[in-house]
């Protein structure tokens, strides 16, 4: 055999480890990005969640609400879901935050068993406060849930 033809082959080698390793390296990539692009997509569907408060007992005086410290960050675009389970018809839940120059504060009566719904925009100063108008008091639990 020639010295030409065993250049050739040790060339042709060579390339086609560096295919099998080029390859390799591409597939990889491609399963990270994927997997970036799967998480966006949850993100855009607002199929992530986070727990923010989880059955808290509540006992209130007339004409009370309770709030929590620190108040709550959202970093994307999303809901808050709040159920609340009472003593009184008169419980109700606000929401108020600031994001890019809005402010937004908004009220819902929930009863004795609701749950209500707030968007939200990307804010570090969410605050939620679970209250009641009642002039006896109100005992219950809520449950604050961040969708986005």
Known sequence: MSEKNVVSRNVAVALGIICIVLTVGLIGAILVLQNQVNDLNSTLNLDKSTVWVSDQTLKQSANIYTTWAPKFSASYVGYVSVR?????????????????????????????????????????????????????????????????
């Open 84 to 148: 609340v389970i009472s003593t009184t018809a008169e419980m109700y839940v606000r929401v108020i935050y600031t994001s890019h120059g809005a402010n937004y504060d908004n009220q819902i009566v929930v009863g004795t068993d609701g749950t209500a719904v707030f968007p939200v925009l990307p804010s570090s100063s969410i605050e939620v406060r679970v209250g009641n108008t009642n002039f006896n008091g109100a005992n219950g639990a809520v449950t604050i849930t961040y969708y986005y």
